[in-house]
């Protein structure tokens, strides 16, 4: 391999380094972001419990009321899911 070719090589190590420690941060803060808001939205609830504490049956719903996405099979009925459906 030429020098030039080492160089280039090199380079695309380090772009490729910096990218990953980039979007580690950007996941990071968007983790953190998400994490806030969800925290909030179960203090709203009265949803007092840590996360982990909280079966997935009851996240999957908690998530549903939160982002409005309630089927017909849900036991929570709102007037925009009755609307979506």
């Known amino acids: 391999m030429s020098s030039a070719e080492e160089a280039t090589s090199e380079d695309e190590v380090e772009i490729e380094k910096l990218l990953q420690a980039q979007k580690s941060r950007n996941t990071q803060y968007k983790t ?3 994490l ?8 709203s609830l009265k949803e007092s419990r840590a996360i982990v504490n909280i079966p997935a049956k009851e996240l999957d719903l ?4 939160c982002t409005g996405d309630l089927g017909q099979d849900s036991p929570i009925q709102t007037s925009r899911s ?3 459906n």
Request: net charge positive; with cysteine.
């Open 32 to 34: 953190k972001s998400d």
């Open 36 to 43: 806030n808001a969800w925290t909030k939205f179960c203090e």
């Open 62 to 65: 908690l998530h549903s009321v």
């Open 82 to 84: 009755v609307n979506k």
